[in-house]
């Protein structure tokens, strides 16, 4: 059994917290058998100790320590031919490369969707092929290929079609797409059933029938293996063609962006591409991404922080409440007049939508405190839907619910036929995804589907009742499993005063960190609230002091109104044991340490 899931006994308590602010155990992340891997992995590689036990607690085996921390993507590309119909969708795109033939580029509207278009349109570019980019509206087309926008392509000119992160189960566009004549191929990463729409080739390393290996991957992910075979085949034939060829090492940090943002375990390949494309970034040749990170008021080296929380919400708000397109037009755009005034309007649009947010927010806990209240321990799955809710947002709201009540939460917009639009988001441990789909076979949910953590699905109003009563049913058990499981787990103890910042460019050697790989949670132990008070939105920033007199600046998210904000609120002047992470906070050029404060306990009632 691996070090992360052994027994409680097996890890001891931190500082004695069996009840932190937000309810929680403190645990060591280490037992004594994987402290011995992370003593191993240190004298091996000759890093400091702290680096071995963030590996050894995030299960980095002994023979791959070197490799995990100098990720290549030669070492760690796989040959793509090894995955599914991959050698048929290379040859059919390079042979309407060469012959001329015009193609069309569909993609999802999320930030995955935005960078997989991205990456093939600049391909694309490259021999001189501007393609057709048809991004859905996600209220007028919903999501995935639909017959009227394949006509509509077709009518224009396309006659190969090539969907990026969906069309795995698009039956119905598809067969219209074959009525027309209009050739597809599709590179996908979605879960999908037994049976697949009838394409030209259906690249999707979660097919049942891939052995690939590679279904961690994001949509981008895929597609850049894509584009790896099609090199390959165009190398093969030769002539101008060859000549041609894009560096695709250059397009990495469009390849980091898509996948940080879609959540899939920075693993593998998936690890590598993030750290070389940040790498990648830091340069700022994509002069949309630059821009971007201008609006976002990105500064120093680029973190998957700023790419999943600044840069992929403001590309996401073009798809949630705007033009769905914005976000991969930008991602291309070689202007750098146009790049700005494309990111002015993501911008815009964000603090559109998190204006929305907030109101739909306060209405959707609302209800689920109802929900709570009314039933002992509360529903296994949170469903909150109204009238008045905007679709493109309810994901947001979905993700902070499931957070507030630590349990799988879904949120509904209903349009005026009672046909509500709904996205769910899931905790460790329960899978949504294939919950949605065994409720779309029940005939419960007129469609739907996902992947563990996140799902969607289309519910009439008179079904909800009906719908929680499944879900309890399925997934009940695996809730209680997952809320019994109330830890947070530590990787180290520091001082204040040993909150700097060589000890921050040690764990950069063990990141980049994301999904399957997370930060490392320090805790201070006693440190005095010198300082706390509430700031923009609900956060609660504070100064936290050490017995010596050394200072680190902190912050607490979205915290006012959460157990956690009000204990910090309260504690000014006292002290109280913190658990958080570290980043480096760059401030008109000087880099100093902050620490995300995520939990907190007082010292004299922790152990109750």
Same mark, same amino acid.
Request: aromatic fraction near 4%.
């Given at each position: 059994?691996?070090?992360?899931?052994?027994?409680?006994?097996?890890?001891?308590?931190? !500082?004695?917290?069996?009840?932190?602010?937000?309810?929680?155990?403190? /645990?060591?992340?280490?037992?004594?058998?994987?402290?011995?891997?992370?003593?191993?992995?240190?004298?091996?590689?000759?890093?400091? #100790?702290?680096?071995?036990?963030?590996? %050894?607690?995030?299960?980095?085996?002994?023979?791959?320590?070197?490799?995990?921390?100098? *990720?290549?993507?030669?070492?760690?590309?796989?040959?793509?031919?090894?995955?599914?119909?991959?050698?048929? %969708?290379?040859?059919?795109?390079?042979?309407?490369?060469?012959?001329?033939?015009?193609?069309?580029?569909?993609?999802?509207?999320?930030?995955?969707?935005?960078?997989?278009?991205?990456?093939?349109?600049?391909?694309?570019?490259?021999?001189?092929?501007?393609?057709?980019?048809?991004? *859905?509206?996600?209220?007028?087309?919903?999501?995935?290929?639909?017959?009227?926008?394949?006509?509509?392509?077709?009518?224009?000119?396309?006659?190969?079609? $090539?969907?990026?992160?969906?069309?795995?189960?698009?039956?119905?566009?598809?067969?219209?797409?074959?009525?027309?004549?209009?050739? =597809?191929?599709?590179?996908?990463?979605?879960?999908?059933?037994?049976?697949?729409?009838?394409?030209?080739?259906?690249?999707?390393?979660?097919?049942?029938?891939?052995?690939?290996?590679?279904?961690?991957?994001?949509?981008?992910?895929?597609?850049?293996?894509?584009?790896?075979?099609?090199?390959?085949?165009?190398?093969?034939?030769?002539?101008?063609?060859?000549?041609?060829?894009?560096?695709?090492?250059?397009?990495?940090?469009?390849?980091?962006?898509?996948?940080?943002?879609?959540?899939?375990?920075?693993?593998?390949?998936?690890?590598?591409? =993030?750290?070389?494309?940040?790498?990648?970034?830091?340069?700022?040749?994509?002069?949309?991404?630059?821009?971007?990170?201008?609006?976002?008021?990105?500064?120093?080296?680029?973190?998957?922080?700023?790419?999943?929380?600044?840069?992929?919400?403001?590309?996401?708000?073009?798809?949630?409440?705007?033009?769905?397109?914005?976000? %991969?037009?930008?991602?291309?755009?070689?202007?750098?007049? #146009?790049?700005?005034?494309?990111?002015?309007?993501?911008?815009?649009?964000?603090?559109?939508?998190? %204006?929305?947010?907030?109101?739909?927010?306060?209405?959707?806990?609302?209800?689920?405190?109802?929900?709570?209240?009314?039933?002992?321990?509360?529903?296994?799955?949170?469903?909150?839907?109204?009238?008045?809710?905007? *679709?493109?947002?309810?994901?947001?709201?979905?993700?902070?619910?499931?957070? /507030?009540?630590? /349990?799988?939460?879904?949120? $509904?917009?209903?349009?005026?036929?009672?046909?509500?639009?709904?996205?769910?988001?899931?905790?460790?441990?329960?899978?949504?995804?294939?919950?949605?789909?065994?409720?779309?076979?029940? &005939?419960?949910?007129?469609?739907?589907?996902?992947?563990?953590?996140?799902?969607?699905?289309?519910?009439?109003?008179?079904?909800?009742?009906?719908?929680?009563?499944?879900?309890?049913?399925?997934?009940?058990?695996?809730?209680?499993?997952?809320?019994?499981?109330?830890?947070?787990?530590?990787?180290?103890?520091?001082?204040?005063? &040993?909150? /700097? !910042?060589?000890?921050?460019?040690?764990?950069?050697?063990?990141?980049?960190?994301?999904?399957?790989?997370?930060? *490392?949670?320090?805790?201070?132990?006693?440190?005095?609230?010198?300082?706390?008070?509430?700031?923009?939105?609900?956060?609660?920033?504070?100064?936290?002091?050490?017995?010596?007199?050394?200072?680190?600046?902190? $912050?607490?998210?979205?915290?006012?109104?959460?157990?956690?904000?009000?204990?910090?609120?309260?504690?000014?002047?006292?002290?109280?044991?913190?658990?958080?992470? !570290?980043?480096?906070?760059?401030?008109?050029?000087?880099?100093?340490?902050?620490?995300? $404060?995520?939990?907190?306990?007082?010292?004299?009632?922790?152990?109750?």
């Amino acid at each position: 059994m691996s070090s992360s899931v052994l027994s409680n006994e097996a890890r001891r308590t931190v !500082l004695g917290v069996n009840r932190s602010a937000n309810g929680k155990v403190w /645990r060591e992340r280490l037992d004594a058998k994987a402290a011995s891997q992370a003593m191993a992995i240190s004298q091996r590689t000759e890093i400091h #100790e702290v680096v071995g036990r963030v590996l %050894a607690g995030r299960e980095v085996a002994l023979q791959d320590a070197e490799q995990f921390l100098d *990720p290549t993507i030669k070492d760690l590309m796989p040959d793509p031919s090894t995955l599914v119909d991959m050698d048929k %969708a290379a040859k059919r795109v390079m042979k309407a490369i060469a012959e001329g033939t015009r193609i069309a580029v569909f993609g999802d509207y999320d930030v995955d969707g935005a960078t997989s278009s991205a990456l093939l349109v600049r391909y694309l570019k490259a021999f001189g092929i501007t393609p057709d980019l048809y991004i *859905p509206d996600r209220i007028i087309d919903g999501y995935g290929p639909n017959p009227t926008a394949l006509t509509q392509l077709y009518e224009s000119g396309a006659r190969l079609l $090539i969907t990026v992160d969906c069309g795995s189960t698009s039956f119905e566009a598809f067969e219209t797409a074959e009525k027309l004549g209009l050739e =597809v191929v599709v590179l996908d990463h979605h879960q999908v059933g037994e049976t697949f729409p009838n394409v030209h080739a259906l690249v999707n390393p979660n097919r049942q029938d891939d052995l690939s290996g590679q279904g961690h991957l994001a949509a981008v992910g895929v597609t850049f293996l894509f584009l790896v075979a099609l090199s390959r085949e165009i190398r093969q034939f030769g002539g101008p063609m060859a000549a041609r060829l894009p560096n695709l090492m250059d397009m990495l940090d469009v390849v980091a962006l898509g996948t940080v943002c879609d959540v899939v375990p920075l693993k593998g390949l998936n690890r590598a591409y =993030v750290v070389k494309g940040l790498q990648v970034m830091a340069q700022r040749r994509n002069v949309g991404l630059s821009a971007l990170s201008d609006i976002s008021r990105v500064s120093g080296k680029p973190t998957p922080y700023h790419l999943g929380f600044m840069l992929g919400p403001r590309i996401n708000a073009g798809g949630r409440i705007g033009d769905s397109a914005l976000g %991969a037009k930008l991602l291309t755009c070689e202007d750098r007049n #146009e790049a700005e005034r494309i990111a002015a309007t993501l911008e815009r649009l964000n603090q559109e939508r998190q %204006a929305l947010e907030a109101i739909m927010l306060e209405e959707g806990e609302g209800q689920a405190f109802q929900k709570m209240e009314a039933k002992a321990g509360g529903p296994a799955v949170m469903l909150t839907g109204s009238d008045g809710w905007h *679709p493109g947002v309810v994901g947001l709201i979905a993700s902070r619910l499931k957070e /507030r009540y630590q /349990r799988p939460s879904f949120a $509904i917009a209903f349009n005026a036929d009672g046909i509500g639009t709904g996205s769910g988001r899931s905790v460790q441990g329960v899978d949504l995804g294939s919950a949605v789909r065994a409720a779309v076979d029940a &005939g419960i949910l007129m469609k739907g589907g996902g992947h563990a953590m996140a799902a969607g699905m289309t519910v009439h109003r008179d079904k909800l009742d009906e719908l929680e009563a499944f879900m309890d049913e399925r997934l009940s058990a695996d809730v209680e499993e997952a809320l019994s499981n109330q830890e947070l787990t530590v990787d180290g103890v520091l001082t204040v005063a &040993g909150a /700097r !910042l060589d000890l921050l460019e040690l764990l950069e050697k063990a990141g980049p960190y994301g999904a399957a790989h997370p930060e *490392p949670i320090f805790v201070l132990p006693s440190a005095n609230i010198k300082y706390v008070d509430v700031v923009g939105k609900g956060h609660i920033r504070a100064t936290l002091g050490g017995n010596d007199g050394s200072t680190l600046k902190a $912050i607490a998210f979205k915290a006012e109104d959460q157990p956690l904000g009000k204990a910090l609120m309260g504690a000014r002047g006292r002290a109280l044991h913190i658990a958080g992470t !570290l980043s480096i906070d760059t401030w008109q050029g000087q880099p100093k340490v902050q620490m995300r $404060i995520i939990d907190v306990c007082d010292p004299a009632r922790c152990k109750q």
